[in-house]
């Protein structure tokens, strides 16, 4: 799922274990999954599968996966996927970490069954560098969408972002991972900008999977940064662990999750699974944020988020807020999809402008 292969190599890393990184998500990944998927499956369950069966044939002999509580297929990607690999005729061990259960105390005993490493100190620390590297990604991402919406030379901030990635692969103690942010942040500060470019704000939510993982959203970020948008991810790695992984004595109704679902009461009642509350709150948040407008992702037969999308039509004439929802699947067209966020972006432009041009009139500061 995009870079989160560093945060959880890091873990392994610590415990010396012995582990294989697969290739990120490819044409291949995705074929080899929907070969072995259920037609009707979503989208991220295919690229887990593939992405199993690419780490199999690289020499894999054991799989983690978590099980999910909550109304959502991901609850059965374990058990689906465990069942495809076998008919296949692998034999890997898969190691399970049953949320249902627990969350920190199912990590541990995972990483201990999946390393033999049994020194519960090692495996706190383990564990430990992971959480720190999942809030570290995000801190450089958030830094990359800033200088990449503002680069005067094409490339230089992506450029930049890699070398940051490496940095804090490479880290194995807290005091790496920090310099090694430091310096990933330094890397970034030098990229060359224009600071004073007038660049469109954009909100990106949705489904967690295809708004992180690149190959899924056509690289999205990117493709936004190319024109003149500065990103703003709201569904992240790092909110889900800060709020049920870390121990903490900070109330849910403070984190991103319960603050966008206390704002999405207006509009629906109950959780419905996924991250479909999630995105009806940021979309409610950019609205009152006077952000320029929210591209919302979603897999293609993804019930949540499909709930959701027809819901946000409320909330774009309530909110006054532009929303595009692009769907994703193994059929989605480059070309297609590009000519839409042309569009859309395009219109949110147009639409700043517009409301600049009123704020001038009233002597008010716009954005």
Same mark, same amino acid.
């Given at each position: ?121 090692? !495996?706190? %620390? ?5 959480? #720190?590297?999942? +809030?570290? /990604?995000?801190?450089?991402? =958030?830094?990359? *969408? ?39 942040m330094e890397i ?74 206390? !704002?999405? %009461? ?5 959780? #419905?699974?996924? +991250?479909? /509350?999630?995105?009806?709150? =940021?979309?409610? *948040? ?54 839409r966020l042309e ?25």
């Open positions: 799922m995009g870079n989160t292969y560093i945060a959880l190599a890091g873990a392994l890393k610590v415990l010396d274990a012995d582990f294989i990184v697969p290739p990120y998500n490819t044409k291949k990944t995705l074929n080899l999954g929907s070969k072995h998927s259920p037609e009707v499956i979503c989208l991220p369950y295919k690229l887990v599968l593939g992405n199993y069966i690419e780490a199999i044939e690289k020499g894999a002999e054991g799989i983690l996966m978590i099980d999910s509580p909550g109304t959502c297929r991901l609850g059965q990607y374990s058990q689906g996927s465990r069942t495809a690999i076998k008919d296949i005729g692998y034999d890997v061990e898969f190691i399970n970490l049953d949320l249902y259960k627990g969350r920190v105390f199912e990590f541990y005993k995972g990483l201990k069954k999946a390393t033999g490493k049994g020194n519960p100190i090692e !495996l706190i %620390r383990a564990v430990n560098i992971a959480l #720190i590297k999942i +809030d570290m /990604l995000d801190v450089l991402n =958030d830094s990359y *969408s800033y200088y990449r919406a503002r680069e005067t030379r094409a490339g230089a901030a992506k450029k930049a972002h890699k070398q940051a990635l490496k940095l804090l692969d490479n880290a194995i103690t807290v005091s790496e991972c920090k310099n090694a942010l430091q310096r990933g970034l500060g030098k990229v060359p900008i224009d600071s004073f470019k007038d660049v469109l704000h954009i909100d990106l939510t949705g489904e967690i999977f295809v708004v992180i993982d690149q190959f899924s959203n056509m690289d999205i970020e990117d493709e936004l940064g190319k024109m003149g948008v500065e990103v703003h991810r709201k569904i992240k790695l790092s909110n889900w662990t800060n709020t049920f992984i870390k121990p903490t004595l900070k109330k849910f109704e403070d984190s991103h999750e319960g603050q966008m679902k206390k !704002l999405a %009461r207006d509009f629906i009642k109950r959780d #419905i699974g996924g +991250d479909a /509350l999630e995105s009806i709150g =940021d979309t409610i *948040s950019a609205g009152n944020n006077l952000s320029d407008g929210v591209i919302h992702l979603l897999p293609f037969t993804c019930m949540p988020e499909i709930i959701s999308q027809n819901i946000l039509h409320n909330v774009t004439k309530q909110k006054n807020i532009p929303v595009l929802s692009l769907i994703l699947d193994e059929f989605t067209g480059r070309a297609g999809f590009i000519t569009a859309f972006i395009d219109l949110a432009a147009r639409r700043k402008a517009s409301r600049c041009r009123q704020y001038s009139q009233q002597k008010r500061v716009c954005r």
